[in-house]
């Protein structure tokens, strides 16, 4: 099972690393336009229509944004929901160094 995860040192970090992501979906799905993944201040200034906010709503039922606590708890629920062996993480952001981060706190948490 592969999952869009974006673990940070706080839930508001996470969900503001998650918005390039979605600034980048609604552009690609939404408005049809082919863009190269945006930045930070690309997608913080961008002002999310309705339509837009309703797809970020919808696809983050499927993804894991948080601190570690809360991926890791929402992990597990997965993994014991579907009964899977293995897991599939694809953590997209602008910033290389907050995807590494990302994934550094995932192996901390998950580790455990």
């Given amino acids: 099972m592969a999952l ?11 969900v503001r690393s998650a918005k390039c992501s979605e600034y980048w979906l609604s552009q690609t799905f939404l408005r049809g336009q082919n863009i190269p993944f945006p ?24 993804a894991v944004i948080g601190d570690a606590e809360i991926v890791s708890k929402n992990l597990k629920e997965i993994v014991k929901k579907f009964a899977v062996h293995e897991l599939t993480i694809v953590t997209i952001t602008s910033d290389f160094e907050e995807r590494k981060n990302s994934y550094r706190l995932l192996y901390d948490c998950m580790s455990v």
């Fill in 4 to 14: 869009f995860v974006i673990c940070a040192e706080s839930n508001a970090e996470a």
């Fill in 39 to 62: 930045d930070r201040a690309k997608a913080d200034n961008h002002n999310f229509t309705f339509e837009e906010k309703m797809l970020i709503e919808y696809r983050r039922k499927s």
